[in-house]
C-alpha cells in the first residue's frame, strides 16, 4: 500500500507545532506566576491592582490621592494655588 506523502507532512507540521507551542505555554505560565505573586504582594500592601490589556498591570497606593488633596487643602486658604517659599534673603 503506498503512503500519501501529503498526509504525513501534514502529521509533521501539526507534530512540529505542538513542540513549538509547548515552551510557549511554559513561558506564559511562568509569567503569570510571577505576576500573581506581585499581584498579592501589593494587595497586601493596600494598593490596588489594575489589570491592562496584553499583561499590563497598573499598580496604585490610594494614600497618593489623599496627600494631593491634603496638599490642595494646605495651599494658600484652600484657593488651590501653591504658596510661595518664603525668601531667606540668601540670594540677594
Known sequence: MPTNP???????????AVIAVAPA???RRRIAALLDAQDA???ARGWTVEVRPVGGRVYRDPR????AATAVAATNGGSGRPVAPASS???R
Open 6 to 16: 501529503i498526509g504525513s507532512a501534514r502529521s509533521t507540521v501539526r507534530a512540529a
Open 89 to 91: 534673603g540668601a540670594l
Open 25 to 27: 505555554r511554559l513561558v
Open 41 to 43: 504582594a501589593a494587595r
Open 64 to 67: 497618593f490621592g489623599r496627600l
